[in-house]
């Protein structure tokens, strides 16, 4: 599923520190901000919405360092995806005689 169709869910924990960093402050950056011009604010298909949304929010995302945030919280999803893909590349691997991923 591409990222722009995934909303990563701030307002899941609203006590999380993303909430009160300096660069979210200097930006303008809060739960309301993000709540009152979400994806639903854009024109078109919702996948387009949330492709628009995501683009016009990247680089305050980079800067907060949210995906960083996001992998953090989301450990078990990040270790089940590397292990899940390394797996299957050495299934490919072996049959086009390419050397595996070992880790």
């Not at 995934?6 to 309301?32: C, M, V, Y």
Request: aromatic share 12%.
């Amino acid at each position: 599923m591409p990222v722009e169709t995934r909303r990563i869910d701030l307002t899941q924990n609203l006590e999380h520190e993303i909430w009160n960093s300096p660069t979210a402050k200097n930006n303008g950056f809060s739960i309301r901000h993000f709540l009152e011009n979400g994806p639903n604010c854009y024109e078109g298909k919702p996948r387009d919405q949330n492709k628009k949304w995501f683009n016009d929010y990247l680089p305050l995302f980079e800067s907060l360092r949210l995906f960083e945030h996001w992998a953090l919280d989301n450990k078990d999803i990040i270790d089940k995806f590397v292990n899940d893909f390394i797996e299957k590349f050495n299934r490919v691997a072996k049959i086009n005689s390419v050397p595996k991923i070992i880790i």
